[in-house]
């Protein structure tokens, strides 16, 4: 990895003295602080100076995540249209490591189930979902048919084994990253393939402007991998890596900057509802927002279908405009990204230092 500025970046403060806390994937006592971590019991989101891995420190207990991911982080119109508008674009990126026979397929974090369903459309492929949203699980299991699993991958237990995990905007919620990577390669056959895809700690976007890069998400992540620590993890944790590469993220999924703004902008200002992907009653739930209730979300609505016009010129002159920002600045090697693929070794995972 070439060398950065650490000082020098947006938020950040000089580099910090040796902690008792050394890296998780280089042992590098020494980092600097992005931003302010929104995660209950953290401080800070920091930087390995050595290796570019970011993680908040304190780490936040896993347990306290649980309630959240479970109840509301799923449940909501925004995470259902989001996850149904990126499932395509995930496929596209992913459908060439995906194996050519029928396989069978662990999606840990999958949500409503749409990459899942295109999955086994396409490729036959046998498939359970993993996932913690109430909301998501339901419509996985009840509207696409698929079969699911509540709870974590760490906590995981099964008899079945698979030929590929993928995670999909997965791993930056982790508490535990190698934890994470023994559950995975306990539930892969032999040779099985761990697909990832999650934010870039290297993407300059995160160097420039800190907790305001929309994939900072103080509020839910827990961490970022750069492809350095992504090797080192992988190794120590019993993967051979076949492909770290950083992408342009979609439209679909894009981390906007202006439109990011606006939208948090307008959610606060006039609520947002709550969707129903298992067909619950709407308007109980309008009457439940915590937000805005009925009335609140009604005018939210209303406003949304006059601007929508004005809203998606600013939408493709936005990607337009920071997708060239991505080729130019990030040379295809810093953009928002990170699309890990690794095999599972047969022999046992190194000895964690």
């Known amino acids: 990895m070439a060398e950065r500025k650490f000082e020098v970046m947006s938020g950040a403060n000089p580099v910090l003295p040796a ?21 209950p019991g953290s401080v ?3 930087q390995c100076v050595g290796c570019g891995h970011c993680a908040v420190m304190p780490m936040v207990d896993r347990e306290r995540l649980l309630v959240y991911y479970r109840e509301t982080y799923t449940d909501s119109d925004y995470f ?21 026979g029928k396989f069978r397929m662990l999606d840990v974090g999958g949500g409503c189930g749409f990459l899942s369903d295109r999955v086994r459309r396409e490729r036959g492929a046998d498939i359970l979902l993993l996932e913690i949203g109430n909301a ?43 934890r994470f ?16 895809l999650t934010p870039d700690a290297e993407a300059w976007k995160l160097e420039w402007l800190g907790k305001d890069w929309a ?12 492809k350095k620590s992504a090797e080192h993890l992988l190794n120590s944790g019993g993967f051979e890596p076949q492909t770290i590469r950083a992408l342009v993220a979609s439209m679909g999924g894009y981390p906007w900057l202006v439109t990011h703004r606006v939208s948090k902008w307008f ?3 006039f609520g947002r509802g709550k ?79």
């Not at 709407?282 to 209730?293: F, T």
């Open 19 to 39: 902690s008792k806390d050394a890296c998780v994937s280089c042992g590098c006592t020494e980092r600097v602080n992005l931003y302010r971590s929104h995660l």
């Open 181 to 196: 990577l023994a559950s995975c390669r306990e539930l892969l056959v032999p040779g099985g393939r761990l697909i990832l």
């Open 80 to 100: 259902y249209a989001a996850a149904q508008r990126s499932a395509g674009a995930y496929w596209c990126k992913l459908q060439k490591h995906f194996p050519t």
């Open 267 to 269: 959610t606060q200002r």
């Open 44 to 46: 800070e989101m920091r």
């Open 275 to 353: 969707s129903r992907p298992g067909g619950g009653d709407a308007s109980k739930a309008d009457s439940q927002d915590g937000i805005g209730g009925a009335g609140r979300t009604g005018l939210f609505k209303r406003i949304l279908r006059r601007l929508r016009p004005a809203g998606r010129v600013l939408l493709w002159a936005e990607y337009a405009v920071l997708t060239t920002l991505d080729r130019i600045i990030a040379c295809g090697r810093k953009s928002d990204e990170l699309l890990i693929v690794a095999a599972r070794r047969e022999n046992a995972p190194e000895a964690a230092d």
């Open 215 to 226: 994939w900072a998400a103080p509020e839910q992540h827990t961490l970022f991998l750069s």
């Open 136 to 178: 998501a699980r339901e419509h996985a299991r009840d509207v696409l048919g698929l079969r699911v699993a509540e709870g974590f991958v760490e906590d995981f237990q099964t008899e079945e084994r698979f030929e590929v995990i993928v995670a999909v905007h997965v791993a930056e919620h982790v508490a535990d990253f190698r």
